[in-house]
């Protein structure tokens, strides 16, 4: 009778233990499972810490789960009101702090790297390597790493690296590169996947008002299919890299880099930024306008026209303020960096 009158009592502490909100105060408890930590440590720690009142109920709660072997590591945060039993849950499902970090749509792969540095909650592995380094890191030697990484917000537990991370926006850039390839429209001059995300990147500098991408995008097929250049100052100030002081100058357009399109035919050899979706979609998207030329107004929109005679009377209008003169490139006139 003894035995059994202990057996009940056990099981009833045990059942108010599991359903019994832990003891912290009204912003929480942070605590970090590090890798080698068991259940056993966990709860002496968190019985030492007054968290919880009775430690080996914890672990015997874990053992008859079947779950005292698969707590995960990482940084948790246990919020007031949490039973026992949810906390168990928790550390097993490996729910813990996600931090966020964004990719920029526009952002260059400098751009990024100095992001990630900045970021307090990854774990900084790859600073100091060159961009060549960085892509042997991920397992993608010979890439060039310009426009690879998906822009979006990602969010992870504090000690993630940055090579995970980047790794994690590649393949995310691969997923939907790959399914808006696949939904392209018919007979594009493009041959690869890579050449979308080239001509998506040119696309993203272009232009800030969403809804002119696709026109922006059909200007630029147009004039591949025609053989034209396509003259746009970005992928110049891209060529000029970090020597770019914030003006673009006529010497600029003429001298020749691998990326001066006013100089060379087709697309540049890579991406000059990350493309986000929309501009990707864009690119294997255009419209079907008959326009081959357009100009910023100077409100961040731009005027699209059909004849070289169109665009120097639009050129004329919003970049010489109404005074003529000789004129016949598609020149967008951004003189900022972007």
């Known amino acids: ?6 057996g009940i009592w056990l099981l009833v502490d045990i059942n108010n233990f599991r359903n019994t909100p832990i003891n912290v105060d009204d912003d929480g408890l942070l605590y970090q499972i590090n890798t080698g930590d068991n259940l056993t440590r966990v709860s002496r720690n968190l019985h030492q810490a007054n968290v919880i009142e009775h430690p080996r109920y ?6 008859l789960a079947g779950t005292a072997n698969s707590i995960k590591t990482g940084e948790y945060l246990f919020k007031p009101g949490t039973t026992t039993d949810q906390l168990l ?11 966020s970090a964004t990719i920029v749509e526009g952002w260059n792969f400098w751009e990024l790297m ?7 909650y990854l774990q900084p592995t790859l600073k100091g390597l060159t961009p060549k380094q960085v892509m042997e890191k991920l397992g993608k030697p010979g890439e060039h790493p310009e426009g690879r990484f998906l822009p979006d917000t990602y969010h992870f537990p504090r000690g993630t690296t940055d090579a995970e991370f980047l790794l994690r926006a590649y393949q995310a850039m691969e997923t939907v ?7 392209r429209k018919p007979d594009l001059p493009l041959k690869t996947p890579y050449e979308a995300l080239i001509l998506a990147s040119i696309v993203e500098k272009e232009t800030a008002v969403p809804s002119e991408r696709n026109a922006i995008a059909g200007v630029f097929i147009r004039r591949l299919i025609k053989k034209m250049r396509l003259q746009t100052d970005p992928t110049v100030i891209y060529g000029i890299g970090e020597k770019f002081d ?9 001298n020749d880099t691998p990326y001066n399109t006013y100089r060379r035919h087709g697309l540049t050899p890579t991406p000059i930024a990350m493309p986000g979706l929309d501009s990707i979609r864009a690119a294997l998207n255009p419209d079907d306008s008959n326009a081959l030329y357009f100009v910023a107004r100077g409100d961040g929109s731009h005027v699209f026209s059909a004849t070289l005679e169109q665009h120097n009377k639009a050129v004329i209008k919003y970049q010489l303020n109404g005074k003529a003169r000789p004129f016949s490139s598609m020149r967008n006139t951004k003189t900022t960096k972007q």
């Open 114 to 120: 100095a992001a990630l540095q900045q970021n307090e």
């Open 58 to 63: 914890l672990v015997l709660l874990g053992k």
């Open 177 to 183: 590169l790959e399914k808006e390839w696949e939904n």
């Open 89 to 99: 849950e928790q550390i097993v499902k490996g729910n813990t702090i996600q931090y």
């Open 246 to 254: 914030g003006n673009l100058r006529r010497i600029d357009l003429v």
């Open 1 to 6: 009778m003894l035995v059994v009158i202990s």
